[in-house]
């Protein structure tokens, strides 16, 4: 699990690597080039890796139950390179994050490529399923898979999204999984899209996400501002949240940006654990708060001896305790514990 630089996830999670789309924009093949190693060393360990059939017939995919290293014991993160390899060493990263997150998954693959086999993906959903507080992302431009593999429906924390470049690509919105959190991402932009002739299956998007090619390539795609502006256009009066990534700065300026999340991408959840951890009731009015937010109730028993804490008050409570008695509101003590209770765990 990574802490993300692409600016609408918080983290990305790979248990599946590698991708046979071929898109020549393909940032993700870039990454995989600098970080693989010697992959034809790496093939040689027969002992480390099992090799299974890929579910469209194609030539054989990876299976890693656990990392493989390199000469000076480092962890091999692509031993293969960019080909289909399942990490299943990597499945139980989620729990690990106790507060809730934004989880793209399978950023350095294509989770729904034709390639991948039912079981991977199934083992990934379950992970899913297992650790409900984070919302996972999915992002394939293989969407027609959606549809014949048992995808759980009913969850508003699954995201479930394709991406489209241009016009002839608009009919992959088709495929979107009912009863789940549908999603488009434009990016890169590749040409402009006739959105009036899409318009209803536009509507049923719970988001949208735009961004223009990267990277150093000659010759890179550069959308049009009046591209990006008839997509935002539609989007705002279907009340269809837009997200912009950076790239789009140097076209519409930053004023003209758009950085828009859904509601329930806004908001994430915490573990039992950590919400005991996090949050108190106040006690005079029983509201549960934030404890950061509160007042912490310290004493002190004899003389010398460092206070004690005992309970928590909401601020509103407080403040109408000190009025009752009497007694002037004492400043915060900046930066101490007692005053600022428990940290978030991240």
């Known amino acids: 699990m990574n802490r993300s630089r692409i600016e609408w996830c918080d983290h990305t999670w790979n248990p599946i690597t590698g991708c046979r789309h071929g898109c020549k924009y393909c940032y993700a093949r870039r990454h ?3 970080f693989a190693g010697d992959v034809r060393l790496n093939k040689m360990a027969k002992d480390d890796y099992v090799l299974v059939p890929a579910a469209d017939g194609g030539d054989p995919v990876y299976v890693l139950d656990a990392p493989m290293q390199n000469t000076t014991g480092s962890p091999l993160v692509y031993p293969f390179g960019f080909e289909p390899t399942f990490h299943r060493y990597r499945m139980d990263v989620p729990q690990r994050l106790k507060m809730g997150n934004n989880i793209f998954v399978g950023a350095m693959s294509d989770i729904f490529g034709a390639w991948v086999r039912d079981e991977w993906i199934n083992e990934v959903l379950g992970v899913c399923m297992e650790n409900p507080i984070h919302n996972y992302l999915f992002l394939t431009k293989n969407p027609g898979r959606y549809p014949v593999l048992p995808i759980p429906t009913g969850h508003d924390n699954l995201w479930f999204g394709t991406t489209v470049t241009r016009e002839a690509e608009m009919d992959r919105l088709l495929s979107l999984p009912l009863g789940c959190k549908p999603f488009v991402s434009f990016e890169p932009l590749l040409e402009d899209i006739h959105v009036e002739l899409h318009r209803l299956s536009i509507s049923l998007l719970e988001w949208v996400i735009i961004g223009a090619e990267t990277g150093r390539k000659k010759g890179k795609a550069t959308p049009k501002r009046e591209w990006i502006q008839s997509i ?31 509601e329930r991408l806004r908001h994430p959840k915490v573990s039992p654990k950590v919400e005991k951890k996090l949050y108190g009731e106040c ?6 708060q934030r404890k950061n937010e509160m007042v912490a109730l310290l004493a ?37 514990k007692a005053d600022q209770g428990d940290g978030e765990d991240g």
């Open 300 to 336: 002190r028993y004899e003389r010398g001896k460092r206070p004690k804490q005992f309970g928590y008050m909401c601020r509103k409570c407080f403040e109408k305790f000190c009025g009752e008695n009497g007694w002037d509101i004492p400043e915060p003590a900046g930066g101490s």
């Open 232 to 262: 935002v256009g539609i989007c705002n009066e279907e009340g269809i949240p837009v997200f912009m990534k950076d790239s789009l700065i140097p076209i519409v300026g930053e004023e003209g940006m758009c950085r828009e999340f859904p």
């Open 283 to 288: 006690g005079a009015c029983k509201e549960v």
């Open 32 to 34: 995989v080039a600098r």
